[in-house]
């Protein structure tokens, strides 16, 4: 690509550009090695860095696509045509993998294969593996696996009846004059889904001037 032979011809073509991203890049063996190279620079900047505590974030995005790109599907929570990437972030916010899925998927597919051997990698060097993830991640096999390794973890419950009378009371506005600032209260609890083996602590957050209602699974 950018050989001293070609620059005559332009090696920036974008005829040439499409036909290495599409006939190299797109290899399997070519996709990963990119994946590769992509964590071990962030693991030269984490070798600076002596901290033995490691927070995991993990998520979903839009990657909005126009026409008819190859695996791009509408996504009715995102009201668009596009791919669904799952991403999993330190708290630093260093990208640690990126995983392209079509459009259509949910959140939380394939999110064994991303997160699992990041636990085992920073464990391997020592760290401490703590795990956070929104309601999209609220599911029995992403616990138990956890619980599995001894982790710590802090996982959005999505919101339900159960846990909105729970949290009822921490809803009333105090006494007298409203404070200029939000008034937040907190509550621990143990819950039990139908789906669930076994009950699990949780927290339940709300504020008395706005209308928030947060549950966290520990």
């Known amino acids: 690509m950018g050989s001293e032979k070609l620059w005559e ?16 890049l797109a290899e399997e063996g070519n996709l990963a090695g990119l994946a590769t190279l992509n964590r071990e620079l962030i693991a030269k900047a984490e070798a600076v860095d ?16 126009y026409s008819q790109q190859e695996q791009s599907a509408y ?9 669904h990437p799952m991403l999993l972030f330190n708290r630093e916010g260093g990208c640690l993998v990126a995983k392209v899925r079509a459009g259509n998927v949910h959140s939380a597919d394939g999110w064994e294969e991303v997160l699992l051997p990041e636990i085992e990698r920073q464990r391997q060097n020592g760290k401490e593996v703590v795990f956070r993830a929104d309601a999209a991640f609220a599911k029995p096999e992403v616990y ?22 729970d949290i009822a009371e921490l809803l009333a ?10 008034v ?8 039990q889904a139908a789906s669930w083996k076994t009950a699990r602590r949780g ?16």
């Open 50 to 65: 002596s901290t033995q505590h490691v927070v995991l974030d993990m998520d979903s995005t839009e990657i909005p696509v």
């Open 144 to 165: 138990e696996a956890l619980e599995e390794r001894s982790m710590k973890y802090a996982i959005r419950i999505p919101a339900n009846e159960s846990l909105e009378r």
């Open 173 to 182: 506005r105090p006494v007298g004059r409203p404070s200029h600032k939000p």
């Open 9 to 24: 011809r332009g090696a920036a073509l974008t005829s040439r550009l499409q036909s290495f991203e599409t006939e190299l």
């Open 75 to 83: 996504n009715g929570h995102f009201e668009s045509t596009c791919y």
């Open 203 to 218: 927290m339940l957050v709300g504020c008395c001037q706005l209308p928030i209602v947060s549950c966290c699974c520990f």
């Open 184 to 191: 937040v209260r907190y509550n621990s609890f143990v819950y």
